[in-house]
């Protein structure tokens, strides 16, 4: 079963930084696409960075720069590193385990965390 739970999200000023977490558990970053997702009230769901099962990184250009994926193998953990955030960065993170992620086309999502709040305030 393929399981995944965010933690590290919160309360932050305009300029500040968190760190998310994703734990997983049943199944392996080496057959599997990982990526962080994020949907704020009224919009849609959009994409943040994604890790390949090839060890890819990406990450679109409303977020490059400020946000940054990796991965510790060891505590099978994916994190999201969010630095400079802004009030335009609230939202619910999700972080979920797929096929082809990282592409532009079709995405393949065979599970989802409940995700955790990030509230970008001063």
């Known amino acids: 079963q393929l399981q995944l739970v965010e933690s590290g999200g919160g309360l932050v000023q305009p300029g500040g930084s968190l760190r998310l977490s994703c734990a997983f558990s049943?199944?392996?970053?080496?057959?599997?696409?990982i990526g962080w997702f994020r949907q704020a009230p009224g919009k849609e769901r959009e994409g943040l960075s994604c890790?390949?099962?090839?060890?890819?990184?990406k990450s679109p250009e409303s977020v490059k720069g400020r946000f940054t994926i990796s991965r510790d193998n060891t505590n099978n953990t994916v994190y999201l590193q969010m630095n400079n955030l802004m009030p335009e960065d609230t939202a619910l993170y999700y972080c979920?385990?797929?096929?082809?992620?990282?592409?532009?086309?079709?995405?393949?999502?065979?599970?989802w965390g409940l995700g955790t709040q990030v509230i970008v305030s001063s």
């Open positions: 890790l390949s099962s090839s060890g890819i990184t």
């Open positions: 049943g199944f392996s970053l080496d057959y599997y696409d």
């Open positions: 979920a385990v797929g096929y082809f992620l990282c592409s532009s086309g079709r995405r393949e999502f065979l599970s």
